[in-house]
């Protein structure tokens, strides 16, 4: 099934809403998503600079893979009060303490990072 794009005019998602408790839609530019008010309001909403929306969690996501060498999301935290982060391989995640240390961790053996509940399962 091909993505939907929602926007604040031709493909409202807010008026109604069309999901009950979903607030956040994905917009036609990835770097963007569609923002509903418990009123039925629609905004169009910018992802800060390096980040692309990603409809499976709701929220802005890094548009590469994170890792303490290269895209560190610890220092400063990418999202507020988010301490780990997709790696750059399907068995690997960052972590980020509470002082901004980043961590390179595997997944155990026979799992994989599951980024919208984030945990490897």
Same mark, same amino acid.
């Given at each position: 099934t091909p993505?939907?794009?929602?926007?604040c005019k031709a493909r409202n998602p807010c008026d109604p809403l069309l999901t009950e408790k979903k607030f956040h839609y994905p917009h036609?530019?990835?770097?963007? #998503?569609?923002?509903?008010?418990e009123y039925?309001?629609? +905004? /169009?909403?910018k992802c800060p600079p390096g980040l692309v929306f990603d409809d499976?969690?709701?929220v802005c996501v890094a548009d590469q893979c994170y890792s303490c060498a290269g895209y560190n999301p610890c220092?400063?935290?990418?999202?507020?009060?988010? #301490?780990?982060y997709?790696?750059?391989s399907e068995t690997? +995640? /960052?972590q980020c303490s509470d002082f901004g240390q980043c961590f390179d961790m595997p997944c155990p053996a026979g799992t994989t990072w599951d980024g919208p509940i984030t945990v490897c399962s």
């Open positions: 993505a939907v794009d929602y926007n036609a530019k990835d770097k963007k #998503y569609v923002q509903c008010s039925g309001e629609c +905004f /169009v909403r499976d969690v709701s220092t400063p935290l990418v999202m507020p009060s988010v #301490y780990h997709p790696g750059c690997m +995640f /960052v």
